[in-house]
């Protein structure tokens, strides 16, 4: 007979209990601890923690001292039952609502089946009346991106972000059309004008990177986990950019007509903004940001509407893609004839 502990005889609930409580009493628990421990093989020992890991506990596994050891993400507790009032479940329906844009990613999946979880435990009229609540909103978002495609990528970019593994992604810069390679520490999801981007530590640029999420072809999730910086947050890093891209910053002063001040008045562009207003009606507004393309191409969307008084350099662009229009639009050889009037 073979010596040791006497093997455990009890269930796979309780096994799978008392391998909770040992991983989370440790700083990291061997294969084999953990067996001895349970009284029972490795091969059982690796299908409990397969059990484990799908109920949602966030286990990792990492080589420490030469050894693989598991344990669950620092500061993990289970999570206690949670009950919900009528005007929360309607708040969670309106943000349901929003994620149209991601069908068929795993993003809308795991809120659809939060929903079937809410509505599971409702009587039949409060879970109806949810399903109601979620059509009192409608998102309309012009020039939408299909992520459909990349369902698998954001599949492993959402095990990546949850584990903090490092990433290997294939991905096609805007203007390249080669795809590169990035080994990338993924920090954060953006949700910017309609699209995700991926803010991550490029380890072979040495330096923060975005990535729109459409434009990466292929990813290989590693096993080998990443800390981010105790002082990093997104806002802190974005807070200087107009938009997702950090550049350097300029000092923007702008001139708003009288017919569109009071759109622009009444919403924030940027946090550092200053607003004026001139006798005549007209609107000066102020900030310094940095992302030279994206705060162009906000200031053309105004038209003939806003005149840019400063820098230089984003004047003198303004003025290039204006004489390009004139070009366009300025002559009458290039103009479509009214076939509405023809014929009458």
């Not at 369902?151 to 903090?164: P, T």
């Amino acid at each position: 007979m073979k010596r040791g502990k006497p093997a455990k005889r009890y269930s796979q609930a309780a096994r799978l209990h008392d391998l909770i409580r040992l991983i989370e009493a440790r700083r990291g628990i061997t294969l084999d601890e953990m067996a001895k421990e349970a009284g029972v093989d490795r091969r059982t020992i690796h299908r409990d923690l397969s059990v484990i890991q799908e109920a949602g506990y966030p286990l990792v596994s990492e080589l420490l001292e030469g050894r693989k050891v598991y344990s669950f993400i620092t500061g993990f507790k289970n999570v206690p039952p949670i009950s919900f009032t009528l005007s929360e479940l309607m708040t969670l329906s309106l943000f349901r609502s929003q994620l149209e844009f991601l069908k068929g990613t795993p993003f809308h999946d795991d809120m659809e089946a939060i929903a079937r979880k809410v509505g599971s435990v409702l009587p039949p009229r409060y879970a109806a009346h949810m399903e109601r609540m979620a059509q009192v909103t409608l998102p309309l978002l012009s020039g939408g991106r299909d992520y459909s495609g990349v369902a698998g990528v954001l599949g492993r970019l959402r095990e990546a972000l949850l584990y903090q593994y490092r990433v290997t992604l294939t991905y096609a810069a805007r203007g390249r059309g080669v795809p590169e390679n990035y080994e990338v520490d993924p920090y954060t999801l953006i949700f910017h004008k309609g699209g995700l981007y991926l803010l991550g530590y490029a380890r072979n640029r040495k330096g923060l990177r975005t990535f729109a999420v459409e434009r990466i072809s292929g990813m290989t999730v590693g096993r080998e986990r990443f800390e981010i910086p105790e002082d990093f947050t997104a806002a802190e890093q974005l807070q200087r950019a107009f938009g997702i891209v950090d550049e350097p910053v300029m000092a923007v002063r702008l001139r708003f007509s009288a017919e569109v001040a009071a759109s622009v008045r009444e919403r924030t562009w940027h946090r550092s903004q200053v607003v004026t207003e001139e006798p005549d009606g007209t609107l000066l507004l102020s900030f310094e940001a940095g992302g030279r393309m994206e705060i162009l191409a906000w200031t053309l969307s105004f038209g003939n509407h806003v005149e840019v008084l400063q820098p230089g350099e984003l004047r003198g662009e303004v003025r290039r893609v204006a004489g390009k229009m004139v070009g366009l639009y300025g002559g009458d050889k290039n103009r479509v004839p009214d076939v509405s009037r023809q014929g009458e």
